[in-house]
Structures are given as structure tokens and as C-alpha cells.
């Protein structure tokens, strides 16, 4: 008598469980998934999806992209976060209708970043398309934007249907008057400009993020979002030694003393040993700060903070000093719950320098950082975590883009 033969079955799992254990994997194992299975194959793709990251995609792989979301529309609606850093040249392209095309698929889209990648080493391209219109006909509703790649005016079709859910808007390179009409954004909480003469008047503003050059009479303008401000990032480029850091935080103090969250970042800058120096200590304007729960200082100019009362300056270079430094902040400001600082310690070349693509660039410049994590009700009581980087991360520290 013939046996029967049983049919080969496939094992099933309910979603959420494939969800849950997709979202342990590491994203190469996701990607041999979609290829593999058809058990995690749809949760992988998920994922995988939902952020995008082409910032430093070469022009064929965002093309690639592009007509990948184009031919299949169910991937498109999967991408809920999308990064891009498009050419100079992109505006006498052909390739700017695929980049729109793409662009139009993805419905689910709630933040965007599209800002001008790293071809033209001295800036001078900033905010230059004048292909507004790829953005202005998309059907998504954001609720994060950032772009230093279109001229403003070129967006002014964009507010408006963008009303409905934007909260978190950054445009750096914006240095006038806010371009922005008063019944647009209603729900803007969250700004980066390039200074405080690019503010709004009358909107209450809980993040404020500033992209450049800021004199001190100019951070008076902050006083006008005092009631409502909590967080508030400053990032210097060319940081010179006629502004320091503790008249900075003297002015802040002064006026919007009870913010939650502040970062002093010195961006990229053309940096030689001959215009590195040190400063007096900006410990003591710590105390003036009444709520201040997180603060994160990043230094590529600045090598030591000199403070009277010690032998020895803090020098940023040392792991022993830099710990020693975020100790007495946390000591001086009794409601710090962390202090981030971060130094750069290589030697400078003197070449104009942006951020270091992730795994490529990242051995040029050398970096040493400490995070001082405290638990417990003030200086004195609880405990506090030290760990050591050598890689600075801004955008894990700061609380701008934070939900």
C-alpha cells in the first residue's frame, strides 16, 4: 500500500509578532529577508522603507531609487521619513522629473530633508534651485521640513497646503524676514534660521535652533519667546575669540533663563593652528539657569576653558579634564540630568571642511567626547554615568528634532 505523501506546509506567525522581531534585526538582515521570506518579507520592507537615508547616495543610487518607488507605488507609501542631498546642477536635469515623479508617490511622507550635497566646497550654492514646484505639487502632509536647497521664494506655494500638520520647519540659510505669512504653519513649534533677524513675531516657539553668526545684541531677540522656549540650539561657524562662550550663556541667561534644553556647537570652519585658542571658564553663568536639564558644547577652536581657581586649565584634548569639566557643570547647575561635551583633536590642515560622510570620512578628524548622565535629585544626590566617544553626534544629542 502506497504511503500518501504529506504536503509541505509553510509555518505562520501573526504580524505583530514578525513586526517585533523584524525590528530587532540589523538592515542587511532585513534586506536578505525581503529576498527570502515571504513569512518577514512585507514586514521587513516596512522598515526598511520607512526611513530613507540618500544623503550621501551617489547619483546613480538615488536614481535608482527613484524609479524604484515610481514602478512600485506600495513602497513609496511605506517611506514615512526621506533624507536627500540632490547636485548644484540637478535644475539642468533630466533627472529632476524622476527625483518628482518619485517624489509624488510618496504619500505617507511626514518628514523631508533635502538640502544641496557637499559638490561645491565653499557654499556658494546654498538655497539656489529654483525647482520649487518638485515639492509644491506633492500630495504629502509633513510634519518636519528641512531644505537649504531651494530658493525660498520658490516654496511660497508650499505653506499653504502644508498648514494642516508641519511642526518642525529648518531653513538655515534664511537670514530676512520670515518668509512666511502669519495664517500658514499654525502648528510651528520648532525653527532654524540663520539668525534671530529671521524670527517670527508672535509665535510661540518652543525650539529654536540658530545656523551661523549670531552677535550678542542679536540673542536679545530671544527674550520674546521666553514664555514659551525650551529648547534652544546655537551653531556657530568661525567662532572667534571676541565672543566666548560664557558672555554667550551670560546673555541666554539673561534672557530665556528657564529653558530645558541648550547646545553651543561650533560647526565646520576653516580651522589652522594659528587661530586655535582658549577661553575663560563659562562654568559660573551655568547658575543663572533656573530649569536647564541638558547641555551639549562641541568645540573645534576652543582647546581649553581656563578657570582661575585651578592650577590647570580644562584642556579638551584629555579625557581625565573633559570629564572633570562636565562634573563641575552638572555642580554648578543643580537640575542638569545630562552634559555632552565634545572636542576635536586632531591637528587642523587649514582646508575648508564639512561633516564627515558616515564610514567615510569619519577617520579624518578626530574627535573626543564625554557624556555625563545623572540620576537622582541634585548635584549632590544620586549618581553619575561617564561614557566616552570618539565621534560626535549632534543630531543623537540635540532635542530640536525630538517628538
Same mark, same amino acid.
Not at 52 to 57: I, M
Not at 80 to 89: C, K, N, R, T
Not at 239 to 249: A, G, H, M, N, W
Not at 272 to 295: D, H, M, V, W
Given at each position: 500500500?502506497?504511503?500518501? %505523501?504529506?504536503? *509541505?506546509?509553510?509555518?505562520?506567525?501573526?504580524?505583530?509578532?514578525?513586526?517585533?522581531?523584524?525590528?530587532?534585526?540589523?538592515?542587511?538582515?532585513?534586506?536578505?529577508?525581503?529576498?527570502?521570506?515571504?513569512?518577514? *518579507?512585507?514586514?521587513?520592507?516596512?522598515?526598511?522603507?520607512?526611513?530613507?537615508?540618500?544623503?550621501?547616495?551617489?547619483?546613480?543610487?538615488?536614481?535608482?531609487?527613484?524609479?524604484?518607488?515610481? %514602478?512600485?507605488?506600495?513602497?513609496?507609501?511605506?517611506?514615512?521619513?526621506?533624507?536627500?542631498?540632490?547636485?548644484?546642477?540637478?535644475?539642468?536635469?533630466?533627472?529632476?522629473?524622476?527625483?518628482?515623479?518619485?517624489?509624488?508617490?510618496?504619500?505617507?511622507?511626514?518628514?523631508?530633508?533635502?538640502?544641496?550635497?557637499?559638490?561645491?566646497?565653499?557654499?556658494?550654492?546654498?538655497?539656489?534651485?529654483?525647482?520649487?514646484?518638485?515639492?509644491?505639487?506633492?500630495?504629502?502632509?509633513?510634519?518636519?521640513?528641512?531644505?537649504?536647497?531651494?530658493?525660498?521664494?520658490?516654496?511660497?506655494?508650499?505653506?499653504?497646503?502644508?498648514?494642516?500638520?508641519?511642526?518642525?520647519?529648518?531653513?538655515?540659510?534664511?537670514?530676512?524676514?520670515?518668509?512666511?505669512?502669519?495664517?500658514?504653519?499654525?502648528?510651528?513649534?520648532?525653527?532654524?534660521?540663520?539668525?534671530?533677524?529671521?524670527?517670527?513675531?508672535?509665535?510661540?516657539?518652543?525650539?529654536?535652533?540658530?545656523?551661523?553668526?549670531?552677535?550678542?545684541?542679536?540673542?536679545? *531677540?530671544?527674550?520674546?519667546?521666553?514664555?514659551?522656549?525650551?529648547?534652544?540650539?546655537?551653531?556657530?561657524?568661525?567662532?572667534?575669540?571676541?565672543?566666548?562662550?560664557?558672555?554667550?550663556?551670560?546673555?541666554?541667561?539673561?534672557?530665556?533663563?528657564?529653558?530645558?534644553?541648550?547646545?553651543?556647537?561650533?560647526?565646520?570652519?576653516?580651522?589652522?593652528?594659528?587661530?586655535?585658542?582658549?577661553?575663560?571658564?563659562?562654568?559660573?553663568?551655568?547658575?543663572?539657569?533656573?530649569?536647564?536639564?541638558?547641555?551639549?558644547?562641541?568645540?573645534?577652536?576652543?582647546?581649553?576653558?581656563?578657570?582661575?581657581?585651578?592650577?590647570?586649565?580644562?584642556?579638551?584634548?584629555?579625557?581625565?579634564?573633559?570629564?572633570?569639566? *562636565?562634573?563641575?557643570?552638572?555642580?554648578?547647575?543643580?537640575?542638569?540630568?545630562?552634559?555632552?561635551?565634545?572636542?576635536?583633536?586632531?591637528?587642523?590642515?587649514?582646508?575648508?571642511?564639512?561633516?564627515?560622510?558616515?564610514?567615510?570620512?569619519?577617520?579624518?578628524? %578626530?574627535?573626543?567626547?564625554?557624556?555625563?548622565?545623572?540620576?537622582?535629585?541634585?548635584?549632590?544626590?544620586?549618581?553619575?554615568?561617564?561614557?566616552?566617544?570618539?565621534?560626535?553626534?549632534?543630531?543623537?544629542?540635540?532635542?530640536?528634532?525630538?517628538?
Amino acid at each position: 500500500m502506497a504511503r500518501k %505523501r504529506r504536503r *509541505g506546509t509553510t509555518p505562520s506567525l501573526p504580524p505583530e509578532i514578525c513586526a517585533q522581531i523584524c525590528e530587532e534585526l540589523s538592515r542587511k538582515d532585513l534586506v536578505t529577508l525581503c529576498r527570502t521570506s515571504r513569512l518577514f *518579507g512585507d514586514q521587513a520592507q516596512r522598515i526598511i522603507y520607512r526611513v530613507v537615508d540618500l544623503r550621501w547616495s551617489t547619483p546613480g543610487a538615488l536614481l535608482s531609487w527613484c524609479l524604484a518607488v515610481t %514602478r512600485h507605488p506600495q513602497l513609496a507609501q511605506r517611506v514615512h521619513s526621506l533624507f536627500m542631498h540632490l547636485p548644484v546642477d540637478l535644475s539642468f536635469s533630466s533627472d529632476v522629473a524622476k527625483i518628482a515623479r518619485a517624489l509624488a508617490k510618496c504619500l505617507n511622507l511626514k518628514e523631508l530633508s533635502i538640502h544641496r550635497d557637499n559638490s561645491d566646497p565653499f557654499g556658494f550654492h546654498y538655497d539656489c534651485s529654483i525647482q520649487g514646484w518638485i515639492v509644491t505639487k506633492c500630495r504629502f502632509r509633513l510634519t518636519k521640513f528641512s531644505t537649504s536647497y531651494f530658493r525660498i521664494p520658490f516654496l511660497s506655494q508650499f505653506w499653504t497646503p502644508q498648514s494642516e500638520q508641519l511642526r518642525v520647519l529648518s531653513l538655515p540659510h534664511c537670514t530676512e524676514k520670515f518668509p512666511i505669512f502669519e495664517d500658514q504653519l499654525p502648528h510651528l513649534i520648532a525653527l532654524e534660521v540663520g539668525n534671530t533677524r529671521a524670527l517670527p513675531a508672535d509665535r510661540e516657539l518652543q525650539r529654536i535652533q540658530l545656523h551661523g553668526g549670531t552677535s550678542l545684541p542679536e540673542l536679545s *531677540g530671544l527674550g520674546a519667546y521666553a514664555a514659551s522656549l525650551a529648547t534652544f540650539n546655537l551653531l556657530r561657524g568661525n567662532v572667534k575669540p571676541d565672543i566666548s562662550t560664557l558672555q554667550i550663556l551670560d546673555a541666554l541667561a539673561q534672557w530665556v533663563p528657564d529653558i530645558l534644553h541648550l547646545a553651543l556647537i561650533e560647526t565646520d570652519a576653516w580651522t589652522t593652528e594659528q587661530n586655535l585658542f582658549s577661553e575663560g571658564c563659562p562654568i559660573g553663568a551655568l547658575a543663572k539657569f533656573t530649569r536647564l536639564e541638558t547641555l551639549s558644547l562641541y568645540s573645534q577652536r576652543i582647546t581649553a576653558f581656563d578657570d582661575p581657581a585651578l592650577t590647570e586649565p580644562y584642556q579638551l584634548n584629555d579625557p581625565v579634564c573633559l570629564q572633570a569639566f *562636565g562634573e563641575a557643570m552638572l555642580k554648578m547647575c543643580p537640575t542638569l540630568r545630562r552634559v555632552v561635551v565634545g572636542a576635536r583633536t586632531d591637528t587642523p590642515t587649514g582646508h575648508h571642511e564639512w561633516s564627515p560622510r558616515p564610514g567615510v570620512d569619519a577617520a579624518v578628524r %578626530r574627535e573626543l567626547v564625554c557624556t555625563l548622565t545623572h540620576t537622582g535629585a541634585g548635584a549632590a544626590g544620586g549618581e553619575t554615568e561617564v561614557q566616552f566617544g570618539t565621534r560626535f553626534d549632534f543630531d543623537a544629542v540635540s532635542m530640536f528634532w525630538k517628538d
